[in-house]
């Protein structure tokens, strides 16, 4: 079986995959100062839950944009689970043609998510990922990473619009409404919700004037459902997305 394993700055994706389907997948939270034994711990029970155990892994796929658990997740996966690994990044084959300045600054999650959407389209397509950044991806068929764009997060711009402005308070992450606030709530959740949309939809607009194309639109992340609710510009909502990449990138390369 494979682990495939996707580390971002608020949580930490992991799926079992066994060569025909997804056995489990589970989001736990990232802790900087865990160890990998401690991790090495709770993934044995999450796996247990499932009727699963670490001794039947024997492959496992890394993606990383939080360097320090980088090693500790590749001692995890070689040391204590005795798998063979890979870690997302220069020099694996991905299946794409990464046209940007400089490959090694796009994030191995955003390379996962652009490998799983263009499996699925064949075509020109750009994933939204909803994240601590909100980061689109173009890919151009056939098979071009073009580029990304990258925003503040909608939890990111929350709590610096509370954080800096006193009489602001912290507000659900749902849509008010009216996109004209009544009260100091609603304002901050029509400038939050709306304005993100507004943002996407804005972004996915810009990208396919440079693409040339129509493009189809996939989103994915831990903050995107309230935005994909309200805009048509986006087609599909896979929460597990970045996993899915994963898989195909270790099928690539094992």
């Known amino acids: 079986m494979l682990l495939a394993v996707d580390i971002g700055n608020i949580r930490i994706g992991l799926g079992v ?39 039947k892994i024997q492959r496992a796929v890394i993606s990383s944009v939080v360097p320090p658990l980088t090693q500790v997740f590749q001692e995890l996966c070689g040391g204590l689970i005795g798998a063979e690994f890979l870690a997302v990044g220069p020099g694996v084959r991905t299946g794409l043609n990464i046209r940007v300045d400089n490959p090694a600054e796009v994030g191995a999650d955003l390379v996962a998510d652009a490998v799983a959407a263009y499996e699925r389209f064949r075509g020109s397509c750009i994933v939204v990922d909803f994240g601590t950044a909100t980061a689109l991806v173009a890919v151009k068929a056939p098979g071009i990473l073009t580029g990304v764009a990258i925003a503040p997060g909608i939890e990111v711009a929350a709590e610096a619009l509370a954080r800096r402005a006193a009489q602001l308070l912290e507000v659900p992450r749902i849509p008010p409404r009216r996109a004209i606030g009544r009260n100091t709530r609603e304002a901050m959740q029509s400038g939050l919700i709306f304005g993100f949309v507004g943002l996407v939809e804005g972004l996915i607009s810009r990208m396919e004037r440079e693409l040339r194309e129509d493009a189809r639109v996939i989103a994915t992340g831990a903050y995107a459902e309230p935005i994909v609710s309200l805009t048509d510009r986006i087609e599909i909502y896979d929460p597990w997305l970045t996993l899915e990449g994963l898989r195909l990138i270790a099928a690539r390369n094992f």
């Open 17 to 55: 995959h066994d060569g025909r389907g997804w056995r489990a997948r589970f989001r736990i939270r990232t802790v900087l100062e865990k160890t990998a034994d401690e991790y090495f711990v709770l993934l044995e029970s999450l796996l247990r839950r499932e009727s699963l155990s670490p001794g």
